[in-house]
């Protein structure tokens, strides 16, 4: 799987033109409240309003879909194990274990939440450029050297990923083949302590290469930041959004 | 090994992303320009390592390698960690955004505390000059010791969301001894790798009389 999150960037939507400062506070700020909130039928109705929102942006259900396939995935544990658990009045039993419904409503919602907030990420981080995306964050008061390791280590990965792939060929070819014993294990130990020592000779190199075409620590971008008055609108209704959920949560 | 959104609740990922900020900020402070890059490289291969699976019976784990970061990086082995549990929430939809400060107090913390152990050895000066294998040992005990105090702050965690949560923390246990072992059986090949080729990656300075 190619991490590759801003691969429909390129499109246009209004979401894609919703300026990324305020796209990301305003979408953090209802993903925060998302995780709040423990009513099953609010959080039923946020999962809608996350599918909604990325059909708004354009992005591919498909794609979408792809990358949702492990997080579905690795959270079935807590959706299988949870209903076992005690508390509640017992709903039927399923092969002796008995099945309770504070279990099974707790496993529907931690479940129905996660993935609700995982939707909620393509249209936040998908619908912009990710160097734009951190020149925005940084432009929300991210302190500077955490935004210059995002951005280098950004870059970083898809280079070592294509070193990875490239000494992973190199070993197939020598006839290793990955199982579980010692043999593998020590392998792929080398691997890692070769990855890492290529990686920071590579890295030398870069670092020598931008320091000399005058890189002191700034970031320099040409993209310029405005705000139009959709762009408030659309940040105003997500915030009140937000809180008229907490505030119903609360009553409920 | 990580926490997903909607599992924990406002307190305590709050307080994650407090704590986590409290310990950024102070390892900032001695953070360089030039030691930029070599974070990010870490960084990235945090990142790219997490791709590679080991086979095991049925099921396959994956490398962590929060105590290697701790190892080579030392204090900012913590920005480093941060940075990528931020990148495998946001390209992979690994872990959440709620949790990011949670999850790098998980994996950050024990790569602090195993870089102050792996100083510790040359506190242990062994007649034995065959780096290589003291190394090694010392790192496959840092990698394995790291993954085992991620996966009780794991377990803690769980069991504090609420009694339900207890049956869960006791499987995410158990799901994590293979994690350790392999983890510490390639972290430590990987450190006595290093020892050989780059030792001045795990700080060790090579002086005439080879004393490493």
Known sequence: MHPEIDKFAHLESHIHNWDPRLKIFSL???????????????????????????????????FVFKRLRWVMLFLLPFFI????????????????????????????????RALTVVILIFPTFGTTPFDITIKAIQRLKVPEVLVQI????????????????????????RGFRMQTNLHSLKTIGNFVGMLLVRSFER?????????????NGNLQTFYKFNVNSYDILKSTFFILLSLALIWTDKIL | MHISDGILSPLVYISGYLVAAGI???????????????????????????LIHIPLGPTS???????????????????????????????????????????????GIPALIVYQLFKLRVKFPLKNRNYKYVNGIWGAAMGGLSIFMSTIVLAVLLVT??????????YAVLAHIPVMIVEAVIVGFTVSFLTIVKPEVLGIKINASGNR
Request: aromatic share 14%; glycine share 8%.
């Open chain 1, 28 to 62: 953090f700020f209802y993903i925060f409240t998302i995780s709040a909130i423990n009513n099953l039928i609010i959080i039923f109705f946020c999962f809608c309003s996350a599918v909604i929102l990325t059909f708004i942006s354009k992005i591919p259900v498909s």
């Open chain 1, 81 to 112: 194990i949870l209903p076992f658990t005690d508390g509640g009045k017992t709903l039927f039993y399923l092969f002796t274990l008995p099945i309770n419904s504070k279990g099974l409503y707790l496993g529907t919602l931690v479940y129905l």
């Open chain 1, 150 to 173: 995002f951005l280098i280590s950004y870059r970083y990965i898809f280079v070592f990923l294509e070193e990875m792939q490239r000494m992973h060929t190199a070993i197939l070819a």
């Open chain 1, 203 to 215: 890295t030398d190199w870069i670092y020598r290469a931008m320091w000399s075409r005058g890189y």
């Open chain 2, 24 to 50: 950024a900020k102070t390892t900032m402070r001695k953070i360089k320009t030039d030691k930029i890059p070599e974070v990010s490289v870490m960084t990235s291969v945090f990142f790219v390592a997490s």
């Open chain 2, 61 to 107: 784990v994956h490398l962590i390698l929060n105590g290697l970061i701790g190892i080579v990086l030392g204090p900012c082995a913590f920005l480093a960690i941060l940075v990528g549990i931020t990148l495998q929430a946001l390209l992979f939809q690994h872990g959440g955004i709620t949790t990011i400060g949670i999850n790098a107090c998980m994996m």
């Open chain 2, 161 to 170: 969301t609420g009694e339900n949560f207890i049956k869960v923390a006791g």
